[in-house]
Structure formats: structure tokens, C-alpha cells
């Protein structure tokens, strides 16, 4: 396979950022668990967080899961599982989020198949809109059938924000959660040992010393491996430039820059629309809308304007350019959170461990 494009992943910048977190967060009352879905699991980026001082590895696919089999710590799965994967979800997953009876039948048959004991934290939906039951008292139902099942062991309750529909982790959401729990071990009698918050979303929230008492997890995925949280923006003592991506020239000419005769549409079936710079040197790299969305990349040398690009091609202006680009120089760019799920998950792009 050839070297380029390649994306670029800076090892010791996602375990320094996971102990800045992990101290951070400690502070607070506050064990977190590692999102590792963006990197798409790859062991290495497992080993990084978990160098990092987190001890509790979370994934929304059983797939990703088993590529971290291997590791020390603890998995989680944080997509509400399938009925048709239970047995596997038992088997790689110590904790699952749940919001389905259905499921957690087959899982508690899946567990007890396997001579295990599987832990379920219950998803509550606190307005967002994605997983879990909106009314309480459904939630307060789904507890009681859950601790009636003999092959699982609930834990804790979750609630997941500002995914689906921009709702923001506020007192008011995680109190309500709170006290939903308290509901739970009183009329249970029981501890539970997880209240999972919120993603990364719950930093600035907990930064600001509102965190309720009583969250005592977050899912920290985008704040340990990118430094990014609630809306991208950037997570105090958490650095930025944990990705980036190489692509290789492999033409440099000068040619205008409107097509001479643009009837046809381009190879997406969309009307393409052109700014005329006049003559211009432009290079074409190695990489194209098949490994990753154009408008998720940008250019590390500021003066590259992105023109374009079709599946395999990626259609640069660097005239402004004060570089002596030649075939074969290599242009860098920086990724947004889309851009480095793409790379990560495209077989064309070398994963470049650092
Ligand atoms: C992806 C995900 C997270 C992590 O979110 P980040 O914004 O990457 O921190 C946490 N919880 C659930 C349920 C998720 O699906």
C-alpha cells in the first residue's frame, strides 16, 4: 500500500491529553470513561488513553470493541445493542447502555450462557432525543425488570446530550438524572455505581463547578483525542493537533480558472460554479471525495486555496504560495472531527502511528 495520503496520529499528545483530563476531572468527583469510536478503535489509540490513566474503554460498535479485546481495562459499549449481537456484546463488553427490555433479556440469556454476570447502566432521555426512555417513570419500569433479570447487574443510569438535537448538558438536565437515580436505589436498596453525564459535551459544565453531585462519569471521546468539546470549541489543557493529514502532488500546471465551455455537470451531478483568478498554478494531489469530504480539510500552508476535487483528485490553487512545490512534495492539512472520522475509516488512507 502506498505511503500517502496518510493521517497522522500523535500518540503522546492523546495520552497527555487523557492524564489532563483524567486530573481534571478527578477534581470533580468525576472517573472517565475513553471514546475511542473516532479512531475507530485502533488498538494503539486504546493504549494511548489507557497509558493515559483512564481505566474504562467505551465504543459504539461491537466491532471496534474486539479490535481492543486484548487491552487491560474495561470496555464499554455505548450503542444501544442489537438483540442479534448479544452474545458477542457479553463477550466483549463488560458494560453496556441500555434502554430496551427486549434486549436486556437477551443479554441476561447471553450472559448466563457464558457463565458471566454482564453490567447495564439504563439510558434516560433528558430531551436530546436520541436513546433512552423521555418519561420517567418508564425508566423507573425498565430498572425494575432490569434488576428482576438473573444474568445482569445494573449499575448505573446515563443520559447522552447535545448529540441529536443540541441540547446542552446543564444543572437542570444532570440534577434531573440525579435524582432519577435516587429513585432507583431508594426503592431498590441499592448503590449504583455509575452516573454517566454526558460526552465531552459535560466539560464546560464541570469546568464551571456546576456538575451535580452524584455524575460521577463522563464518556470523554473528542476531548481526549482531538481537545475539542461542547460545539468544537477547544478543552482547556487539552491540545488540538492530535491529527493531521499528508497528501502527495502529482501534477503542477498553470491554467485558467474557468473551464473554457462548462455545459455538463461534474462527476457528483451537481453544477459546478468557478471564481476567476485568471491564470493560476494549480496542483492536483494524490487523494480525493472518496477518503475524505473537501470542505473537512483544511490546508496548513494558508495560502493554498482548495478549488475542488472528484473521487480521486484533489484540485489545489497554490499560486500565493511562497513554497517552491514540486511532484512529489507532500501538502498537509488539518482535520476537523468528520474529517479525521473519515480518514480513519477509509482503507485508501495509511494510518500513520506517531
Ligand atoms: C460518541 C459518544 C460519546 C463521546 O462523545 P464525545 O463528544 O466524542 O466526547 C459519549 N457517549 C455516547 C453515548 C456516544 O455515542
Given at each position: 500500500m502506498s505511503v500517502y495520503p496518510c493521517i497522522n496520529i500523535h500518540l503522546d499528545t492523546i495520552t497527555r491529553n487523557t492524564q489532563n483530563m483524567v486530573s481534571v476531572c478527578q477534581h470533580y468527583g468525576v472517573t472517565p470513561a475513553g471514546v475511542t469510536k473516532l479512531a475507530c478503535a485502533y488498538p494503539e489509540v486504546g493504549q494511548a488513553i489507557l497509558n493515559g490513566g483512564i481505566q474504562l474503554l467505551a465504543d459504539s460498535r461491537i466491532v471496534n470493541l474486539k479490535k481492543m479485546h486484548h487491552l487491560d481495562g474495561q470496555k464499554m459499549l455505548?450503542?444501544?445493542?442489537?438483540i442479534s449481537e448479544a452474545d458477542e456484546v457479553v463477550q466483549y463488553a463488560n458494560i453496556s447502555l441500555n434502554s430496551e427490555f427486549a434486549t436486556l433479556e437477551a443479554l441476561s440469556n447471553a450472559a448466563l450462557a457464558q457463565h458471566k454476570i454482564h453490567q447495564v447502566i439504563l439510558m434516560h432521555d433528558l430531551g436530546d432525543l436520541r436513546e433512552g426512555a423521555f418519561f420517567e417513570e418508564e425508566t423507573l419500569a425498565l430498572a425494575r425488570q432490569a434488576i428482576a433479570?438473573?444474568?445482569?447487574?445494573?449499575?448505573g443510569l446515563g443520559t447522552n446530550l447535545a448529540c441529536y438535537g443540541g441540547v446542552e448538558p446543564t444543572v437542570d438536565n444532570q440534577s434531573r438524572l440525579v435524582s432519577l437515580a435516587k429513585q432507583v436505589e431508594t426503592e431498590h436498596n441499592i448503590k449504583l455505581k455509575y452516573l454517566s453525564g454526558a460526552s465531552s459535551a459535560g466539560l464546560p459544565l464541570m469546568l464551571n463547578g456546576e456538575l451535580p453531585q452524584g455524575i460521577n462519569q463522563l464518556r470523554l471521546g473528542a476531548s481526549v483525542l482531538m481537545g475539542i468539546g461542547l460545539n468544537d470549541d477547544p478543552v482547556p489543557n487539552?491540545?488540538?493537533?492530535?491529527f493531521d493529514l499528508t497528501a502527495e502532488i502529482v501534477e503542477i500546471k498553470v491554467k485558467p480558472s474557468v473551464p473554457a465551455n462548462s455545459t455538463a455537470l461534474d462527476a457528483f451531478g451537481n453544477k459546478p460554479e468557478f471564481v476567476d483568478r485568471g491564470l493560476r498554478k494549480r496542483a492536483i494531489c494524490a487523494i480525493g471525495k472518496q477518503d475524505v469530504d473537501i470542505d473537512q480539510i483544511t490546508p496548513k500552508d494558508s495560502s493554498i486555496i482548495i478549488i475542488g476535487g472528484s473521487s480521486d483528485h484533489l484540485i489545489l490553487d497554490i499560486d500565493d504560495s511562497e513554497h517552491d512545490y514540486k511532484i512529489g512534495s507532500r501538502i498537509e492539512f488539518d482535520l476537523s472531527y468528520g474529517g479525521v472520522l473519515q480518514c480513519m475509516t477509509s482503507e485508501y488512507i495509511t494510518k500513520h502511528f506517531i
Open positions: 455505548l450503542r444501544i445493542p442489537a433479570l438473573p444474568g445482569i447487574n445494573l449499575v487539552t491540545r488540538q493537533d492530535t
